[in-house]
């Protein structure tokens, strides 16, 4: 809502004491590109179960204009806290940068998609320091979710600057993707809160 988003920063850094897994997240916010304010990750386990919510409204209800869930399977917990430089880390992410990127696949397309966005980075033009690829179940009208990361927002820029160089002389993932996606949003992000 608006004059509400360092209040909603707050409300969402309180974890769910309901969550089943207590301090499994990630709180991300936007600099450009989507539409969104903060993207929030949580860790939920193995298992998902979502039941109706009786005990009074959410904190964050009155601080928001809207909001939208979505559940995927992605890497176990570990390897999404190693990757995103978050747990003994995290002291290291506060000039991190994050490019979160959702694609849906084209008819036809989903494992080529898959298969595109699993690649490890081309180094040197690459200049991300850990990736995690997330796959929709429930939720977003989109297949997958991926998130880079980078040591600084200078990385991000030199990155951004090597996908341009690529672009322009008609190579690299810039026309590789266009193969495999319908829709794609990328928003540059930077890390508020972790646990």
Known sequence: SLGKAAALADALKKPDPKDPMPGHFMILRHECGDSWDYCVITHLGTKAVTEADTSGPNPARDLQDWHNDTLVN???????VREMGLGDNASKTASSAYNVSVYRA?????????????????????????????????????????????????????????????????????????????????????VTSAA
Do not use: C
Request: aromatic share 12%.
């Open 74 to 80: 992605g890497p176990p917990w570990a390897d999404f």
């Open 106 to 190: 084209a008819p036809g397309q989903r494992d080529s998609l898959e298969k595109m966005l699993s690649e490890p980075p081309d180094r040197p033009n690459d200049t991300s320091s850990g990736n995690v690829l997330m796959q929709h179940r429930e939720g977003s009208a989109w297949t997958f979710l991926s998130i880079a990361r980078y040591n600084s927002w200078q990385d991000f820029g030199t990155n951004e600057g090597n996908t341009v160089a690529q672009a322009n002389k008609g190579q690299g993932g810039w026309f590789k993707l266009r193969d495999y996606v319908s829709f794609h949003t990328d928003t540059a992000s930077g």
